[in-house]
């Protein structure tokens, strides 16, 4: 079973940022933070990932709690080319456990 | 594009028969990973190999094997398909090294229909 607990969907306004949270509450002292998302039938594709500090790039932003027990991935300008499912995953970067994932929506 | 290539694109075959999906790595990576994404399952981690060696071992029926080749491209082979073997299967890469943490880049996916 999947380590992580994502809301099963989210909408987004066009330009505004879109906020997905992911809770990991038995998250290990080692393990990573993932984010990947799948749009329609492709591969997932890489977002971004963490340990403990917030991380940046040009794709987005990860924010990670103190306790590491919790983050968010932040799309500063969701477009509608963003509309895909988006999973949370932690580990060590092996054997990837996904779960159903958040199906985000952005809307015009 | 991950790097990571895959083929073929799309598979229709009968029950019973026999398969074999290939995936090459993006360069420099050591380990490959398999995944099955079918209707009901969701994305399920299948087998991992590093290097030639295998590595993890997931959900992977015992009718399903894989191999990595010293060029380090990847070949899984379904075999005895059934009707519930139909789904998308994906090749992801990675470089593995310590500290682990790396993240893994995945292909386009194979699209296996079986009739």
């Known amino acids: 079973d999947a380590k992580t607990t994502q809301p099963p969907s989210m909408d987004c306004a066009e330009g505004r940022a879109a906020n997905l949270p992911c809770n990991h509450s038995?998250?290990?002292?080692?393990?990573?933070v993932y984010w990947y998302r799948q749009i329609h039938s492709q591969g997932p594709q890489y977002i971004i990932h963490?340990?403990?500090n917030n991380e940046t790039n040009e794709m987005a932003s990860l924010i990670i709690t103190e306790d590491r027990k919790s983050s968010t991935l932040i799309l500063p300008h969701a477009t509608l080319r963003d509309t895909a499912v988006y999973y949370c995953?932690?580990?060590?970067?092996?054997?990837?456990?996904f779960g159903p994932g958040t199906r985000l929506s952005v809307l015009p | 594009d991950s790097g990571v290539t895959q083929t073929p694109k799309h598979l229709i075959t009968a029950t019973g028969q026999r398969v074999t999906l290939r995936c090459s790595p993006r360069?420099?990576?050591?380990?490959v990973y398999w995944y099955q994404q079918s209707l009901d399952q969701g994305l399920q981690f299948l087998i991992q190999?590093?290097?030639?060696?295998?590595?993890a071992k997931g959900n992977i029926l015992e009718r399903f094997s894989a191999q990595q080749f010293p060029d380090l491209h990847s070949e899984l082979n379904l075999s005895s398909l059934e009707l519930g073997d139909s789904a998308l299967y994906f090749c992801?890469?990675?470089?593995?090294?310590?500290?682990?943490?790396?993240?893994?880049?995945f292909g386009p996916g194979t699209r296996l229909t079986v009739l």
């Open positions: 360069s420099g990576d050591l380990s």
């Open positions: 190999y590093y290097n030639g060696e295998e590595r």
């Open positions: 995953i932690v580990g060590y970067g092996q054997n990837f456990v």
């Open positions: 963490g340990l403990k």
């Open positions: 038995t998250i290990s002292g080692n393990e990573y």
């Open positions: 992801a890469s990675s470089v593995f090294r310590e500290p682990l943490g790396n993240e893994q880049f």
